[in-house]
């Protein structure tokens, strides 16, 4: 049988259990979303599909040899595997229109929070902030909501209550902590990578392409048990995803130099996200049969490729350090960078700030360059309003109007430079 709308060990034991609870069934294994059964004589395959619907999920039989249709003839993770990647492709396909019906891409536009917010505009933030929180963080989000039946409705208030214990820990941290402790770019881009590799496992075995069972340390095992289950060790865990808006606010706590007032910070902050997250991982528990089905794959969809934004993100740490490959992804064309121009002992470059990026220049070696950024009102966020050139020792908060940056290149070469979050990145190309 084929088995739609599972992602976890728990959905597994869940169908598991619905399937053995028929009269006649001896034994059941499952493979990815396949569902291999030893039956007694006399077992009517409604029985089992009945089962399993009734357990919240899809069910169809696979038959095999003469007769069999082509496509349940293809195997079980095969099948997976391409509706995997045709879902893949519509989230892009979907990004893509979303970023040319509104000109940039919206889940970049993140508040630019600093040290003059009230906890007031802190919950504001948050809230403002949810559309970013639900894009990125959503899939995890639906995952956890898609507990078994006995946690159905505290499963996304698990998950939340999760995020806001770690958050505030974090927060409280940040604060004691003051500005002793400065962010690490290197290790950033370790741990950005790390969670990129578990995102996109979690990816893959939520669309039914691998099987394997989570390690859940001794001590998540304890916290597991007082949650009464996964979703509050995932929004624990959440708590320390390295999240852009997350990153602004532990800069903020670090600016408070107090842990009651760090921890009061980012309470208030993910307090503010929350109503939308919860939203959501509701919405999700609603889901039945083809709808949860449905609601999996794309969740798996759109997780993967959060992680594989991680991993470019991670690996951009890297290359902002020094010349990048002359790959497709930094290989801009000479027709569409802007050139420096020489004016006395200088050479200049101007170009306007957007929501999505900043620009691809082309300068001289060894000649010292003048780089203006025009950002007009509203189009400086929480992400773009700190430009960083690791390889030229530049750090430079952008404000409204012109914002001069000078370095002098040195060696020619294409080299990366980003903002703070390395969530936007342009190049800058230095010829002779």
């Known amino acids: 049988m084929h088995i739609g709308g599972m992602y976890c060990d728990q ?7 619905a399937l053995e609870q028929v009269h006649g069934v001896d034994r059941v294994t499952l493979k990815g979303e396949t569902a291999h059964l030893v039956l007694e004589d006399g077992v009517g395959i409604n029985a089992l599909l009945q089962a399993v619907r009734k357990a919240g999920y899809t069910a169809r039989e696979q038959k095999s040899g003469p007769g069999a249709k082509a496509w349940d003839a293809l195997p079980g993770r095969l099948q997976a595997l391409m509706v995997f990647a045709v879902s893949v492709a519509g989230v892009l396909l979907l990004g893509v229109g979303v970023n040319a019906l509104f000109g940039h891409n919206i889940f970049n536009a993140i508040p630019a929070i600093d040290s003059s917010y009230s906890y007031g505009m802190l919950l504001g933030a948050g809230v403002l902030t949810g559309l970013h929180c639900m894009t990125m963080c959503g899939a995890l989000n639906m995952a956890s909501a898609f507990g078994g039946q006995e946690r159905r409705r505290s ?6 209550a999760g995020r806001l214990v770690s958050y505030s820990a974090v927060g409280a941290l940040a604060g004691a902590l003051g500005g002793i402790v400065g962010v690490n770019r290197q290790v950033a881009s370790v741990l950005l990578v790390i969670a990129a590799i578990v995102m996109v496992a979690m990816a893959l075995r939520m669309a039914g392409i691998v099987s394997f069972s989570m390690p859940i340390p001794s001590f998540a095992s304890r916290l597991q048990a007082l949650s009464q289950g996964t979703p509050f060790v995932v929004g624990l865990a959440n708590g320390f995803m390295p999240c852009g808006p997350l990153q602004a606010m532990q800069l903020y706590a670090l600016s408070t130099g107090s842990p009651l007032a760090g921890a009061l910070s980012l309470f208030l902050f993910c307090l503010g996200t929350m109503p939308i997250m919860l939203a959501m991982g509701y919405a999700a528990q609603l889901a039945t049969g083809r709808a949860r089905a449905v609601a999996s794959k794309v969740a ?12 470019v993100r991670g690996l951009s740490i890297v290359s902002t350090a020094g010349q990048v490959p002359a790959v497709a992804a930094f290989n801009t064309p000479a027709a569409e960078r802007i050139v420096a121009v020489q004016e006395g002992a200088f050479q200049s470059v101007e170009f306007e700030l957007d929501f999505d990026g900043y620009a691809d220049i082309q300068v001289k070696s060894g000649v010292p360059v003048r780089m203006n950024i025009v950002a007009h009102e509203g189009k400086i966020t929480g992400c773009n309003n700190k430009v960083v050139m690791l390889e030229w020792g530049v750090d430079a908060g952008l404000s409204p109007g ?12 294409v080299f990366v430079y980003s903002c703070w979050m390395n969530m936007i990145t342009n190049t800058v190309e230095v010829v002779e």
């Open 11 to 17: 959905c597994a034991r869940t169908v598991t259990h």
């Open 155 to 160: 499963a996304p208030l698990l998950y939340n």
């Open 300 to 311: 798996a969809a759109f997780l993967f490729v959060l992680a594989l934004s991680m991993l």
């Open 402 to 413: 012109d914002n001069v940056v000078e370095f002098t290149p040195t060696e020619t070469g």
